[in-house]
């Protein structure tokens, strides 16, 4: 958890010296494994328990059990309309 903090201060540091600014708002990260507190400028940042990436769905266990869930759903409702006609 030391070396994810520090290595988002270190960000922090660099965008303040190429004068960016991060969205605070727009950040999250997955827990994995375990829940953390991370903090960017002292204000905590939200955790989330699952994360699109790539448009797949992965959550906190790096199980695909939603993007799968959702991606068969969609296939269902599209089978349906096809044999609807």
């Known amino acids: 958890m030391d070396c994810l903090q ?19 708002d727009k950040i999250t990260f997955i827990y ?8 960017y400028r002292e204000t905590s940042m939200s955790g989330i328990n699952e994360a ?4 797949v769905l992965v959550d906190a266990q ?5 993007h799968i869930n959702g ?7 599209r089978a349906e309309q096809i044999l609807d006609k």
């Open 62 to 66: 790096l199980l695909f059990k939603s």
């Open 52 to 55: 699109r990436d790539l448009r």
């Open 32 to 39: 994995v494994h375990q829940m953390l507190h991370i903090l």
């Open 6 to 24: 520090k290595g988002i201060n270190d960000l922090c540091t660099w965008a303040e010296k190429w004068q960016l600014r991060f969205s605070i």
């Open 71 to 77: 991606v068969v759903a969609k296939a269902r409702m």
